[in-house]
């Protein structure tokens, strides 16, 4: 009895001596916990979620936004000279402040924050919880058990702040509005081949904007009123587009494909269909993004700033161009050249379901553009590799501006919209973002990085 008693104290004596010496784990000092790649490749795994979900580009840039404003907020203390967005987007509050009595990694908090609200928006998170195990190990193996664990909780706390601001941004509330009703009178949009579906998101104006003052800010000029009537403007405009895609020279056919950027391209054979699924243009800008940020060697807080200030030109710049689409709701170049010239004629890109004016890819590109050019100057040369993973090859820019005025003409080439919706969406979009520039600033100088 006395020797099993002596056992079971020698036993308890070096479990608690295995407890204390693993409560006294120091950090790994060879891990590299603030690397940006982990950043790098969260977002690349959120872009992949959304690509596989099929998510319309409209829902797709509230998925980057709110994650990217998570993430970054919740570095913030590392990084004193930069600012919070807290005050600057419409209705976020202050963010809450880590407990600094407890040992935390900043940077862990950060991408969990990050994860924690990616998973929220998406339907695959099985996906997201399957990298996350995978990309925590390293942390594990790196932390205290105690360091580890504060920096989810914080990181989580920091999520579900922001998860908290987006419940009220009217999202919800839109999925329950009435569908687009198709108005059959003359020039009026009218659902395309070879799906013929809705309308996608009619009610986006509704969405609460986080920098612009209200959807209708910034609108444009109308299009050309519509009338095919020779001689007029309109009909001057549907020929271009017409006799643009019928002498497409490669050039401008690799150029349309580059930026295509429709997250569901429909397959028709027979009785037989099938689809495409494929980044979306707000998908491509973050791209671009993580391409500006790895070039420069932007650091972690850096590389959070490119994301947060892209995403909220992008997530405005479509709030914006909705609001437009479906109050002009202009029919698209298919309908009106298969209705009255060639029945048979179909654009080289496949015609995205909602109205035609203003052009989507110009608007949104114009205004990241802008964000992105505020971050890192002008010129800035780059190789753009996004759309490599989608079977294509890259190409080559000298600005943002350059990339985003060739994603407005692509539009043209693909044959989805007339010229007004693309110059006059390039305007709108550069309005957005020098409006977003001008009233958000992520330094405490007042001065974003690239000034």
């Not at 520039?437 to 100088?445: D, G």
Request: glycine share 6%.
């Amino acid at each position: 009895m006395v020797l099993k008693n002596y056992v079971v104290s020698y036993l308890l004596l070096i479990v608690l001596g295995l407890t204390t010496l693993a409560c006294q784990k120091k950090v790994d000092e060879n891990f590299i916990a603030d690397d940006p790649e982990f950043i790098h490749q969260s977002m690349q795994k959120l872009t992949d979620v959304i690509v596989y979900d099929i998510f319309s580009p409209p829902v797709a840039s509230r998925i980057y936004v709110y994650p990217s404003i998570a993430a970054y907020e919740a570095l913030l203390l590392d990084y004193p000279e930069y600012r919070s967005f807290a005050g600057q987007l419409n209705g976020l509050e202050p963010i809450p402040a880590p407990d600094t009595t407890q040992a935390i990694s900043l940077p862990l908090a950060s991408v969990h924050a990050f994860l924690t609200a990616g998973k929220h928006f998406i339907f695959s998170e099985d996906r997201i919880d399957e990298y996350q195990q995978e990309l925590y190990q390293q942390y594990e193996a790196a932390f205290p058990e105690d360091m580890f664990n504060n920096s989810l909780s914080y990181g989580e706390q920091v999520a579900q702040h922001i998860l908290d601001w987006a419940e009220q941004d009217n999202y919800k509330q839109s999925r329950s509005f009435p569908k687009f009703t198709v108005n059959d009178a003359p020039g009026r949009w009218q659902p395309t081949p070879p799906d013929y579906m809705d309308g996608i998101e009619p009610h986006w104006s509704s969405i609460r904007s986080l920098v612009i003052d209200s959807a209708n800010q910034f609108v444009p000029a109308p299009p050309s009123p519509f009338s095919m009537e020779e001689g007029s403007q309109f009909l001057e405009e549907v020929m271009e587009v017409y006799e643009t895609v019928n002498n497409l020279d490669e050039e401008q056919a690799e150029i349309a494909s580059f930026w295509d950027c429709n997250p569901y391209v429909s397959h028709h054979q027979g009785h037989v269909m099938f689809a495409t699924k494929k980044i979306t243009p707000g998908g491509h800008w973050v791209g671009i993004a993580k391409i500006a940020a790895q070039q420069s060697g932007a650091d972690l807080m850096r590389s959070l700033e490119t994301y947060a200030f892209t995403s909220i030109a992008l997530f405005d710049g479509f709030i914006s161009c909705w609001d437009e689409k479906y109050r002009s709701s202009l029919i698209r170049p298919e309908t009106v050249i298969n209705q009255h010239f060639d029945e048979d004629w179909m654009p080289l890109l496949q015609t995205p379901p909602f109205p035609e004016y203003t052009s989507g890819h110009s608007v949104i590109s114009a205004a990241a553009a802008v964000a992105l050019t505020e971050l890192y100057g002008e010129p800035f040369s780059y190789v753009d590799s996004t759309e490599v993973a989608y079977g294509l090859p890259p190409r080559d820019f000298n600005s943002f501006k350059e990339a985003s005025e060739e994603a407005a003409i692509s539009r043209l080439y693909g044959g989805i919209h007339y010229m007004p919706a693309i110059d006059n969406g390039v305007e709108q979009g550069r309005k957005v973002g020098n409006f977003v520039v001008s009233n958000v600033a992520t330094r405490k100088e007042d001065q974003l990085a690239g000034k």
